[in-house]
């Protein structure tokens, strides 16, 4: 019975065989094995120190197995303990520990390196040491980290110097090298550095130290290093390049801007080319694709120098094929790094090809063994099913104070969602908290619940105004070469759904959350910056207007350029804060559809509350999440009032309830045919980039309706705000 209950324990029934347990006979219950197993159920539901009382009771008692030792030490490392771990290591007369293929040494040694370790390594160098034996390999490796933690960079390059077949002394450069290719990332960066501060340092070896501070992914230490290295090197292209990739690659596309018209100032006229695809991935930084479609289009296939442009590009316009062919050319073998796997690992996710995002996360470990971002996808992709290792180096890792608190958001949630699959939402609830608290801690710029609240009613006030009310429409609907379709909502409503199963019929073009609306506004406010919002649009011509209109197809025109349908393509924008412009929408664009995502309000409070989003700041407070939903509400009943058959109503609860007669309602709203693929909305191959990529990658569930029970107490907050 105890065997198959730690079977269940590990394939994520932890919570289901606690409950077991307290109904078993108090004999079975009392049995070593059972206490072992309760204790591991402990560790599963995020619970290490209960998990540690109950084994260290029984070490006491004199019980011991490799298992036992195992997940003790673990759970100590895990809780930032790492001389408690080592005590129990070392507790066992086996002294299994000093076995240097075994896995007790291996964590008797890790207990060394661990971050909260703050003894000397003496212990263990000395052990190293004083062998009577000669060194493997591993033993080796793990004797020059050590030196190098404790300040002897030195002695460990003449263990190195050592270990060469040849009688020269090598550089501090080649231990770098050999460190990095051991994975012994943090050893490698401490010599780098210490090689910097010598003064001997190029700016090779400056981009060496920003490479390997990036496979660990400390934001605020790389942002540091960045600093440094610029400050030493202010002429370097190459630091100021990596400079605004990593400011892309972080959203700070503004400061990617600055540093790349420096960048263009300082590079000689013969260099400008080379900067293309730089620049372009700028642009794509701020939505340009028509600007970058024409450089890609001008540029040669062969030329892989701009594969990392299409790759975001295709990414951008929901081409997923595209994007992953360009991706696997850019993994060829001399430009495989850490990052760009991961970048492919990410991709697959979003596709929904959880296999091969799985291979890359394990490549990467494979080179660094604790690479948080790898273990996360890890973690996304097995759920419940996730060993217990690997919810251990994440519980670690919030506790781990030089980890910044960008990482440990993202790492809180991705325990929170394990926790979530595993039924425990107790733990999950205190995750989802944390996690948010940390995100609106680095976040700039803070939600202003009133200011929004101002926003919708000068909208609703503007469009229900008699003199708005009877401005002609345009007047040029027809003859453009495709339909545009408005999917609405609050986020996490059921868009993502709604477009995803739209995107398998053959006339539609799902392109994900698009701003191409907001571009039209910012057009018509600009040509008239002194006058308020009512007089911008009386003061509009008609052909101000359809220079606009113009303007906006022109956005749409890379999203079905390969189009090969019969009759004019549906494009799909699922950016669900459109519907604060609905008004907008059909003074401009009439000819559009609109599609209005509704769903029960508690359960998209719980959803957005779970969600992570990055790009939302209402989303991390739950009187946010519940004052923007009730103004969602208010405007949303002002539009349907005005424009009711210009709306079409879907329900989340009718689309996973009744999938085929609501797919149907909305299609023929579109005016389109019945097509039996919108149901198979599970293998659609666009890209999901969004919050809702695990749901719109399964079938058709109902399992989410009714979630905010679990969470009722938690959700108070927002609940009251209805």
């Known amino acids: 019975m105890v065997i198959e209950a730690v079977a269940q324990i590990k394939s994520g029934g932890a919570l289901q065989v606690l409950r077991n347990i307290k109904t078993w006979e108090l004999d079975l219950r009392e049995t070593p094995s059972c206490r072992f197993a309760e204790g591991l159920c402990y560790g599963y539901l995020g619970q290490p120190r209960e998990a540690l009382t109950i084994w260290t009771k029984l070490m006491a008692e004199g019980y011991y197995s490799l298992e036992l030792v195992v997940q003790a030490a673990r759970c100590h490392l895990c809780v930032g303990q790492p001389v408690s771990a080592r005590e129990i290591l070392e507790g066992d007369g086996t002294q299994l520990h000093r076995e240097p293929t075994g896995e007790l040494f291996k964590l008797w040694c890790e207990s060394f390196f661990h971050s909260e370790n703050e003894e000397p390594l003496d212990l263990l160098l000395t052990f190293l040491q004083t062998a009577d034996r000669p060194l493997s390999k591993r033993e080796t490796l793990i004797l020059m980290r050590a030196l190098v933690v404790s300040g002897d960079t030195l002695g460990a390059l003449q263990i190195f110097a050592d270990e060469l077949p040849q009688s020269l002394m090598p550089e501090l450069p080649?231990?770098?090298?050999?460190?990095?290719?051991?994975?012994?990332?943090?050893?490698?960066i401490v010599v780098l550095r210490c090689f910097i501060a010598m003064g001997k340092a190029t700016t090779e070896h400056e981009i060496e130290l920003i490479n390997l501070e990036q496979m660990l992914g400390d934001i605020d230490r790389l942002d540091h290093t960045l600093a440094d290295a610029v400050e030493r090197y202010p002429e370097s292209l190459d630091i100021i390049k990596i400079i605004v990739r990593h400011s892309l690659r972080h959203n700070r596309q503004d400061v990617a801007a600055v540093w790349f018209i420096r960048?263009?100032?300082?590079?000689?006229?013969?260099?400008?080319?080379?900067?293309?695809?730089?620049?372009?991935?700028?642009?794509?930084?701020?939505?340009?694709?028509?600007?970058?479609?024409?450089?890609?289009?001008?540029?040669?296939?062969?030329?892989?120098?701009?594969?990392?442009?299409?790759?975001?590009?295709?990414?951008?316009?929901?081409?997923?094929?595209?994007?992953?062919?360009?991706?696997?050319?850019?993994?060829?073998?001399?430009?495989?790094?850490?990052?760009?796997?991961?970048?492919?690992?990410?991709?697959?996710?979003?596709v929904g090809d959880t296999s091969d995002a799985l291979t890359k996360a394990q490549e990467v470990l494979a080179q660094v063994p604790q690479h948080l971002g790898a273990v996360t996808v890890i973690v996304d992709t097995q759920g419940k099913d996730t060993e217990l290792r690997w919810i251990q180096i994440l519980q670690s890792a919030v506790l781990d104070h030089k980890i910044c608190a960008t990482h440990k958001s993202w790492i809180s949630h991705c325990l929170a969602d394990y926790y979530h699959s595993s039924k425990n939402y107790t733990l999950a609830s205190r995750l989802y908290e944390e996690s948010n608290l940390l995100a609106a801690e680095v976040r700039n710029n803070a939600y202003n619940r009133n200011e929004h609240s101002k926003q919708c009613a000068n909208i609703k006030a503007l469009f229900r105004s008699d003199e708005l009310s009877h401005l002609p429409l345009s007047n040029q609907a027809n003859g453009r070469p495709c339909v545009p379709v408005f999917i609405v909502g609050v986020p996490r409503s059921g868009t993502t759904l709604t477009e995803q199963m739209l995107a398998k019929h053959s006339h539609c073009i799902g392109m994900g959350e698009r701003p191409y609306i907001q571009y039209s506004l910012n057009l018509l406010n600009n040509a008239h910056p002194t006058v308020g919002p009512q007089d911008v649009l009386k003061s509009c011509s008609s052909r101000q207007r359809e220079d606009i209109r113009n303007s906006y197809y022109g956005l749409l025109e890379p999203h079905y350029r390969d189009y090969r349908g019969v009759g004019r393509p549906f494009l799909i924008d699922k950016l669900p804060d459109n519907y604060m412009h609905i008004g907008w929408i059909r003074w401009l664009l009439p000819e559009a559809k609109i599609i209005y995502a509704s769903r029960d309000p508690r359960e998209i409070a719980l959803s957005c509350w779970r969600a992570n989003f990055s790009a939302i700041n209402w989303a991390f407070d739950l009187q946010d999440i519940g004052a923007r939903i009730a103004e969602h509400q208010g405007l949303m009943k002002v539009w349907m009032e005005m424009y009711k058959d210009a709306i079409f109503l879907s329900t989340y609860e009718d689309l996973v309830q009744s999938p085929r007669m609501q797919m149907h309602n909305i299609l023929t709203f579109l005016g389109l045919s019945w097509e039996e693929g919108c149901l198979d909305h599970a293998d659609n191959n666009s890209v999901v980039a969004t919050a809702s990529i695990r749901e719109v990658r399964r079938e058709i569930f109902q399992s989410s309706l009714?979630?905010?029970?679990?969470?009722?107490?938690?959700?108070r907050p927002a609940l009251d705000m209805f």
């Open 174 to 188: 080649a231990l770098v090298r050999f460190l990095k290719g051991e994975s012994a990332i943090s050893e490698a």
């Open 263 to 350: 960048l263009e100032a300082l590079a000689p006229e013969d260099m400008t080319a080379d900067l293309g695809p730089l620049a372009a991935l700028v642009q794509l930084g701020f939505d340009a694709l028509q600007s970058v479609e024409m450089t890609l289009n001008a540029t040669e296939e062969s030329d892989q120098s701009y594969d990392e442009v299409r790759v975001e590009f295709f990414s951008k316009i929901n081409s997923p094929f595209f994007a992953r062919q360009y991706q696997d050319r850019l993994l060829s073998v001399s430009r495989r790094s850490i990052a760009s796997v991961m970048s492919s690992a990410r991709l697959s996710l979003q």
């Open 706 to 715: 009714g979630s905010w029970i679990s969470y009722k107490d938690a959700l």
